[in-house]
């Protein structure tokens, strides 16, 4: 029986449009050949793969590389003024650290054995290697009205990653004999002992195991449930051993590590899950595992690089912002990606050809393995019969009802994003137990929130000390401002401390910092100097500011490369641009869910969080990778259907048996990367938590409302017309053959061989 496809030939004018000349050079072959090559010669691809993650783990062993947070902002003020610093006044231009003491209640730090253990500890700290001075809080006149809480102030010669943990530790035993005497010690600043942020094994193992238990269900059986996992591992140790290594010579955030793990780890075993689902079907149909593999890889390994090529492009996408630590996040989570695909494409087939029948042996667990055999083998006798199948033509007869509801629950969830205040994660964002929230909560009960984010004003061409004096009183008569102290003055410049009334994330300290550069000339007036307004809350003010107006050139450079790439890839228009409309739907909906609970609080005693600020990069990555993430589970979906409609060309038919055949293995991959996201949600670490809810909340959204609902709601609503695309469009785009069905073709006129051959009669007549 000819196909659609072989009977219209080279009629372009038809809706669906397929030529016959255009793609000789097919995806579609190209990775049947690599998978047949990888099956064929599985050892030496699962050496070179071994090598190259042993090969990994040494270099990022031997480089010594760490994550560090301290991020820098070309372009911005105050990166200027930190530029400036490190010029003209070296010495404070490093981290610093603000230290805490506290008495208990009802009890004071004024006395003399409590003075005296601080001004001795604070003493020794100057003799700890890269301090440049230590100043003790009675100095500094910085002890509260009530003498119960004081802050000692460190200035490092270092930047923030690079002050060595050794002399953080070293700190930390300068102060043990104020502990003994009874003083709580707590540590703020940009640089303090525990600053650094350790990524957990916990979430990735938690994840793991219920990944595992996903594909137990899925699959009933333990070497086909292993094997996604396996070459997962691999490519996520290769990939972040890398980005360790590259930690050692360029700045990686501690999320830019988490965020490679995330999606080195679902990705990889999704797009394992994908193609030995296909392969596994092609055994239970009787083709031979030699001819199995390459045959999955050429039909659902279309799919699998279309997905992985939008979210790589995705999350390279990152690079227009122009700020580093996104660019260096983006372009890790591209690379783990980009492992991921490469290990389905080549180590997966070769782990395939170790396991030969085995992956379709189904345990004898009742539980996993009976229940699984059944829906296995009722998948492939009768795909009508199946779960998924029910749900098809419940989404195709309601269509209408379906998408109704469908974009009423997503706008719903949306509504509290129009709510949302950006801002970066200050100490009143960290867990209660933690040493940098601790010292946040004493500094506000003995000081004012301003104390916890104070402001450097960076004055340049400074002729004398009293045109420092006058800056500085001028500073202190604006609004919202405790005090202003000269700090230092060196080489032309001179160093300001203003302390505002609010606190670091108060929209009140943004409009301060507004206001002061829209009144620096007067501030400046009868001085000649020039002012800059600096310090870690101004640098927040300024990423939040830059990131929001980057977001709408984010946006349409990404959605416009990634429509480019779905149309080749379906060769219509009107798929990407539905493609599209979801996932702008499911951002919406999964970005008013994290503001409901991370901004808002609600469940925040449920899940453990302190309500604070979204995280102001947060939207943009979550549009890079849920974005990405909605166009894998899109093509998984419609590739599917544009097979069935490219087999029959009834397009309704097409929508409820394509949706019915990748409904099972689709709530599977996103249930899977459902379960890594949450898990990651179990961390300390607000910033983790909140990617990870989001993540989540992204993934479930849109793979269960939009793409396996929606999607097909709107797809039976417009019918064959989904498909049209004129006449000039088919003569000059490329057949990429995403569903397939030209490789059968191949194969079935004998191109790869006898035995390929049969293998693709087998697979094609049981498909139908």
């Not at 610093?85 to 054995?113: D, E, H, R, Y």
């Amino acid at each position: 029986m000819l196909s659609v496809v072989e009977q219209v030939g080279n009629h372009a004018d038809l809706p669906f449009g397929c030529t016959g000349d255009v793609g000789k050079s097919l995806m579609s072959s190209y990775l049947y050949r690599l998978a047949r090559f990888s099956y064929r010669r599985r050892v030496l691809v699962l050496v070179l793969w071994l090598v190259a993650a042993i090969a990994a783990v040494t270099i990022a062993q031997v480089s010594g590389g760490k994550t560090n947070d301290d991020f820098t902002i070309p372009g911005t003020e105050a990166q200027k003024a930190s530029d400036v610093l490190s010029a003209k006044l070296p010495a404070f231009s490093g981290g610093q650290s603000t230290i805490v003491f506290a008495a208990k209640k009802g009890a004071t730090l004024t006395t003399p054995a409590a003075r005296d253990e601080i001004r001795t500890a604070m003493t020794k700290l100057s003799s700890v290697p890269q301090v440049s001075k230590s100043v003790d809080p009675f100095t500094g006149r910085l002890v509260s009205k009530d003498g119960r809480i004081a802050l000692g102030q460190v200035q490092w010669t270092a930047k923030p990653p690079d002050v060595k943990d050794a002399n953080l530790d070293a700190m930390q035993d300068v102060m043990k004999p104020v502990r003994a005497a009874g003083l709580e010690v707590e540590y703020n600043g940009s640089v303090f002992p525990g600053w650094r942020f350790e990524v957990s094994e916990t979430p990735e193992l938690i994840g793991l195991v219920i990944a595992f238990g996903i594909l137990m269900v899925t699959f009933g059986a333990f070497a086909a449930a292993g094997m996604p996992i396996i070459s997962a591992i691999i490519g996520v140790i290769t990939t972040l051993m890398g980005v360790t290594a590259a930690a050692s010579v360029i700045t990686i955030a501690s999320a830019s590590t988490t965020v490679a793990l995330m999606l080195g780890l679902s990705c990889g075993i999704d797009y394992g899950l994908f193609i030995l689902s296909r392969h596994r079907a092609n055994l239970l149909r009787g083709v031979p595992p030699e001819e199995s593999v390459p045959l999955a890889m050429g039909t659902a390994g279309s799919s699998v690089v279309f997905a992985a090529l939008t979210v790589i492009i995705a999350l390279c996408g990152l690079t227009v912002v122009g700020i580093p630590f996104l660019t260096v996040m983006g372009l890790a989570a591209a690379a783990s990606v980009l492992v991921a695909l490469l290990i389905a494409l080549t180590l997966l087939p070769a782990l395939l050809g170790f396991a030969g029948r085995r992956v379709a042996r189904f345990s004898r667990l009742p539980k996993f393995g009976a229940h699984a055999e059944r829906v296995a083998r009722r998948t492939a006798a009768d795909p009508n019969s199946t779960a998924g199948a029910g749900w098809s033509r419940f989404v195709v007869r309601h269509r209408v009802l379906v998408t109704v509801v469908g974009v009423v629950l997503l706008g719903v969830l949306a509504i509290p994003a129009t709510s949302i205040r950006l801002g970066l994660p200050s100490g009143a964002s960290q867990p209660t137990d933690n040493t940098q929230r601790k010292a946040y909560d004493l500094t506000t009960e003995g000081f004012g929130a301003g104390f916890n984010g104070a402001l450097l004003i960076v004055a340049q061409d400074v002729s004398s000390p009293s045109d420092t004096l006058k800056i500085s009183a001028a500073l202190g008569r604006q609004a919202d401002v405790v005090q202003a102290t000269p700090i230092a003055a060196q080489n032309g410049v001179a160093l300001i401390r203003v302390i505002p009334k609010s606190g670091p994330n108060d929209s009140a300290t943004q409009d301060l910092v507004h206001t002061l550069r829209d009144n620096r000339t007067t501030i400046e007036s009868g001085t000649g100097a020039h002012i800059l307004v600096g310090g870690t809350t101004a640098s927040n003010i300024d990423v939040s500011a830059k990131l929001s107006s980057a977001l709408p050139v984010f946006l349409i450079a990404v959605v416009g490369l990634a429509f480019v790439l779905l149309t080749f890839a379906f060769r219509t228009i009107l798929v990407p641009l539905k493609s599209i409309v979801g996932f702008l739907l499911s951002m919406a909906a999964a970005l008013g869910a994290q503001v409901a609970v991370f901004q808002w609080g609600w469940g925040r005693h449920l899940l453990g969080i302190t309500p604070s600020e979204t995280i102001s990069f947060l939207p943009i990555i979550m549009l890079a990778i849920i974005f990405g993430l909605s166009s894998d589970y899109e093509v998984f979906v419609v590739s599917r259907i544009k097979e069935e409609f490219t087999r029959h060309g009834d397009a309704r038919a097409a929508v409820q048996r394509g949706t019915a055949l990748s409904a099972r293995v689709v709530t599977a991959a996103a249930l899977i990367m459902f379960s890594i996201f949450v898990a990651f949600m179990f961390t300390s670490n607000p910033t983790i938590q909140a990617i990870g809810f989001s993540f989540a909340v992204g993934v479930f959204l849109d793979a269960f409302v939009v793409r396996l609902t929606l999607v097909p709601a709107v797809m039976a609503l417009i019918g064959g017309r989904i498909w049209y695309h004129p006449k000039w469009f088919g003569r000059w785009v490329p057949d990429s053959d995403i569903e397939g069905q030209r490789l059968e073709k191949r194969l079935a006129e004998g191109d790869f061989g006898a035995e390929a051959a049969k293998a693709a009669e087998k697979s094609n007549v049981a498909g139908r």
